[in-house]
């Protein structure tokens, strides 16, 4: 089946650094890739759509100031936590549909603790 | 706005026994409804529902989607302690957007 990295698996940083997880389609191109998180007990929340060679899409109440987003290429996206607070430590998981009308991908997550 | 529920958010079974868990959803441009494994890392792909009244099976795990009454049912027979976690139902609409619902922890115990 396809895969779906993300790196790092792990990461802990200090407040107000800003750090980057990658997500990368690795044996099919992705246009579109999704970022969620997950808080402890609960479910993904969906926090942006990824789109190759635009802009990302926000949901609401995410700030994008705050998660940069970069699709620099057709397998890789980028989520930049700039400033980061430990109200943002927390579960980051990407996902990738490899065609429209198959399942999504999921990458195997960040962990981030923010200190 | 979009909405996915599911019940029982908890459950607690013995091995051997036979569950049945519901999403429910309300969403816009309805494509596809999909259930998803999570222990400990990111969910695994279970099923993908696209159609009314066609069961999809693999192993001790089947889901059917009802589109009339807008919910979808996992139902596991036989269930193992392997089977223990949570599980996420999740809806995709025509943008390729995807709203989970809260997920249903299941505990199988031995």
């Known amino acids: 089946g396809a895969v779906v990295s993300q790196h790092p698996s792990w990461v802990i940083c200090k407040s107000g650094t800003s750090v980057k997880i990658e997500c990368r389609s690795l044996?099919?191109?992705?246009?579109?890739m999704f970022w969620y998180r997950q808080f402890p007990k609960q479910s993904l929340m969906l926090m942006a759509t990824?789109?190759?060679?635009?802009?990302?899409?926000?949901e609401q109440g995410v700030e994008k100031d705050k998660f940069l987003i970069n699709h620099a290429s057709l397998t890789l996206s980028t989520l930049t936590v700039t400033s980061a607070h430990p109200e943002d430590s927390s579960f980051y998981i990407c996902?990738?549909?490899?065609?429209?009308?198959?399942?999504?991908?999921f990458g195997p997550g960040t962990r981030l603790t923010v200190t | 706005e979009d909405k996915v529920v599911q019940s029982p958010l908890s459950l607690v079974v013995h091995e051997g026994d036979t569950v049945t868990l519901n999403c429910s959803y309300e969403?816009?441009?309805?494509?596809?409804l999909l259930w998803y494994k999570q222990e400990k890392k990111a969910p695994t792909f279970l099923f993908m529902l696209?159609?009314?009244?066609i069961e999809k099976k693999s192993g001790r795990l089947s889901s059917i989607l009802d589109k009339k009454e807008l919910s979808s049912i996992l139902n596991i027979t036989a269930t193992q302690t392997g089977d223990s976690a949570i599980y996420l139902c999740?809806?995709?609409?025509?943008?390729?957007?995807?709203?989970f619902g809260a997920g249903t922890r299941l505990t199988v115990k031995p």
């Open positions: 999740a809806v995709r609409n025509n943008n390729n957007d995807m709203r």
């Open positions: 990824s789109n190759e060679g635009s802009k990302a899409t926000y």
């Open positions: 044996d099919f191109q992705a246009t579109t």
């Open positions: 696209t159609s009314s009244g």
């Open positions: 996902s990738a549909p490899r065609d429209r009308d198959l399942e999504q991908y």
């Open positions: 969403v816009t441009n309805f494509r596809s």
